[in-house]
């Protein structure tokens, strides 16, 4: 018997820029709910290609075992939280 389930939630958003921007604001809100939530491996696809995934999270290792939470086509460097979520 396994000891994960894994939650596979089809959301639509009109282009790839729109469904990376909503996984990721989804995958924090989640994150915040539950420990279990691995906002790193969240991936987009166009709903025809769905075996084409794009990387939502940039999830580089960090010193000290955090991973980057900053997009994945982001330029700036690798941080534990976007910079603009400091801005509060």
């Known amino acids: 018997m396994t000891d994960r389930w894994v939650i596979h ?3 639509t958003a009109p282009d790839l ?6 996984a990721r604001t989804a995958a924090r809100l989640l994150a915040r709910l539950s420990t279990r939530v691995e906002p790193g491996g969240v991936t987009v696809s166009a709903e025809d290609q ?3 995934r794009h990387w939502v999270f940039c ?3 960090l010193p000290g075992g955090a991973r980057c ?3 994945s086509d ?5 941080s534990r939280r976007a910079p603009w979520l400091d801005r509060r």
């Open 9 to 11: 939630l089809p959301v």
């Open 17 to 22: 820029h729109r469904a990376q921007i909503f």
């Open 50 to 52: 769905q075996g084409v």
């Open 59 to 61: 999830d580089r290792p």
């Open 69 to 71: 939470a900053l997009p």
């Open 74 to 78: 982001d330029t700036a460097p690798c």
